[in-house]
Nanobody
């Protein structure tokens, strides 16, 4: 199993940024993919971005292209995601996700609210 602890999020203004962090209970190198999804009120959960931890091309939703920065701290098993140029419609609960031995694990989610 993998436990995920998220931090960051909160209130941001339109055009601003927030930084999300996710720390896994296992080494990042044991995990196939790590990333973030979001779920807006009344909508299905959708991918923001996820990375193959051992190298490769990130997968992301087109609406986020050019609006995020992703970084990692392997020693702390932590993935950081900075969301930039936020829009009101980016308001959602953001969930950390990992794929570990073909099983998806989820964090509890952190709310990002973008005001106009």
């Amino acid at each position: 199993q993998v436990q995920l602890v998220e931090s960051g999020g909160g209130l941001a203004q339109s055009g601003g940024s927030v930084r999300l962090s996710c720390t896994a209970s296992r080494s990042i190198f044991e995990i196939a993919f790590m990333g973030w999804y979001r779920q807006a009120p009344g909508k299905q959960r959708e991918l923001v971005v996820r990375i193959p931890t051992r190298g490769g091309t990130p997968e992301l939703t087109d609406s986020w292209r050019g609006r995020f920065t992703i970084s990692r701290d392997d020693a702390k098993n932590t993935l950081h995601l900075q969301l930039n140029n936020l829009k009101v419609e980016d308001t959602a609960v953001y969930y950390c996700n990992v794929l570990y031995y073909d099983i998806d694990y989820w964090g509890k989610g952190t709310l990002v609210t973008v005001s106009s």
